[in-house]
């Protein structure tokens, strides 16, 4: 089962909105609502910022937003802020009951 | 202070044996999935196996690329969740996290600072 693919890489200025988007097939999201989203600084534990889709965690930024439609998940940052740079992956339960993840985007803000 | 620390990381030979410990504080641990999941330098997260809590069988899943080599296990009454790492191979060469699903729905919400292991002759 190959990766979730995201692009490899997006970048915005403080202030604008940027989403990144997680691609897979029907069996990579397994007709299930439990895509989720992380976010890593350099060095750092991965840290859930969307769960279940559109979910987000108790003290997560309402900055963050998460959507599907298809066998495609998104999430969307508005509000860019120095902050946001950071590697972002999605991941998802599997028809397999299985997790994938995708390959990861570098967020930059310039 | 809810809390995972994982133990165990170290150099070792292609085909040995290492087993990593995931210690949970401040919640209770029995309730969760826990999951395991690695990192290769340079490289992007993979999940590597999860355990569902007793309530659930104690079920367990694995990743393709570990699945007959990987053992992972629980003990409730410790608070601990363990990967047993047979075989190994120098591409299994990785940071290892283990990871808390709060709601059962891949919602890997706690993280441990992650251990090293490194598999080389």
């Known amino acids: 089962q190959s990766a979730l693919t995201q692009p490899a890489s997006v970048s915005g200025s403080p202030g604008q909105s940027i989403t990144v988007s997680c691609t897979g097939t029907?069996?990579?999201?397994?007709?299930?609502?439990?895509v989720s989203w992380f976010q890593q600084h350099p060095g750092k534990a991965p840290k859930l910022i969307i769960y279940?889709?559109?979910n987000r965690p108790s003290g997560v930024s309402n900055r963050f937003s998460g959507s599907k439609s298809g066998n495609t998940a998104s999430l969307t940052i508005s509000g860019l802020q120095a902050e946001d740079e950071a590697d972002y992956y999605c991941?998802?339960?599997?028809?397999?009951?299985?997790?994938?993840f995708g390959g990861g985007t570098k967020l930059t803000v310039l | 202070e809810v809390q995972l620390v994982e133990s165990g990381g170290g150099l070792v030979q292609p085909g040995r044996s290492l087993r990593l410990s995931c210690t949970a504080s401040?919640?209770?641990?029995?309730?969760?999935?826990m999951g395991w999941f690695r990192q290769a330098p340079g490289k992007g997260l993979e999940w590597v196996a999860f355990?569902?809590?007793?309530?659930?069988?104690?079920?367990?899943k694995y990743a393709a690329s570990v699945k007959g080599r990987f053992t992972i296990s629980r003990d409730d009454s410790k608070s601990i969740a363990y990967l047993q790492m047979n075989s190994l191979k120098t591409d299994d060469t990785a940071v290892y996290y283990c990871?808390?699903?709060?709601?059962?729905?891949?919602?890997?919400?706690?993280w441990g600072q992650g251990t090293m292991v490194t598999v080389s002759s």
């Open positions: 990871s808390r699903d709060f709601a059962r729905s891949n919602a890997f919400d706690i």
């Open positions: 401040g919640f209770t641990f029995g309730d969760y999935a």
């Open positions: 355990i569902r809590s007793k309530d659930y069988g104690e079920s367990t």
């Open positions: 029907s069996s990579d999201f397994g007709g299930y609502n439990y």
């Open positions: 279940e889709v559109s």
């Open positions: 991941s998802s339960y599997t028809t397999s009951s299985t997790l994938i």
